[in-house]
Nanobody, 126 residues
Framework: QVQLSESGGGLVQAGGSLRLSCSAS????????MGWFRQAPGKEREFVAT????????YYADAVKGRFAISRDTAKNTIFLQMNRLGPDDTAVYYC???????????????????WGQGTQVTVSS
């Protein structure tokens, strides 16, 4: 089993920044990908960003492109999500997820991720 542990959520004013972290207890494949999804109240969970472990290719949702940046520390099995220019629409529970298959065509789909963190709340006040 793989455990994902998130940190870094909180309350921030619009226009501010937050940095989320997620550490995996271990990796199970060479095709590993880790990413972030979010779920706002009354809405479905949506893709935010993901990163491949080998090569570091990154993928972003259009809503966050240019404002958020995902990165990884391979030695620590940890990913980061730097969130800048936050707005009220970014308010959500942010979930870290890991996909041991890393298939490009499915990296934006939550059901392909086998492992999930408990979620961390991000609240942006206007």
């Amino acid at each position: 089993q793989v455990q994902l542990s998130e940190s870094g959520g909180g309350l921030v004013q619009a226009g501010g920044s937050l940095r989320l972290s997620c550490s995996a207890s271990r990796r199970t494949s060479n095709n590993w990908a880790m990413g972030w999804f979010r779920q706002a109240p009354g809405k479905e969970r949506e893709f935010v960003a993901t990163i491949r472990w080998n090569g570091g290719a990154t993928y972003y949702a259009d809503a966050v492109k240019g404002r958020f940046a995902i990165s990884r520390d391979t030695a620590k099995n940890t990913i980061f999500l730097q969130m800048n220019r936050l707005g009220p629409d970014d308010t959500a529970v942010y979930y870290c997820a890991a996909d041991q298959n890393g298939i490009t065509s499915t990296l934006r789909l939550d059901y392909t991720y086998e492992y999930w963190g408990q979620g961390t709340q991000v609240t942006v006040s206007s």
